[in-house]
């Protein structure tokens, strides 16, 4: 009698062990998922970040540009001051890259 209640709970102990086993797996896999989603979701925050940094460097000259006005100089001086605007905005662009 105690042989076979023995063997009844070692059965019951491979159940469970096997349950166990197959709970770990799936949650292996579970956890690969969103390790990938979470990974790609950092990627495209990443791409609407810079996104978000170049409109906001579009607005900058386009508010630069409606403020010279034309009209209190000639044209080669206009092209003098959007030329350093925009050296301006690289030397920006470049401090933010690194």
């Known amino acids: 009698m105690d042989q076979e209640l023995l063997k009844s709970s070692l059965n019951g102990l491979e159940r469970k062990v096997l349950v166990l086993l197959n709970e770990h797996k799936t949650l292996k896999n579970e956890l690969r998922s969103l390790k990938q989603e979470n990974q790609d979701l950092k990627s495209g ?13 579009q607005v900058k000259i386009t508010k630069i540009v409606d403020h010279i006005n034309p009209e209190d ?23 933010l890259s690194r």
């Open 45 to 57: 925050m990443k791409a609407r970040d810079e996104q978000l940094i170049n409109f906001k460097n």
């Open 73 to 95: 100089g000639s044209n080669s001086e206009l092209k003098r001051k959007v030329d350093e605007y925009i050296r301006e905005i690289d030397k920006c662009i470049a401090y």
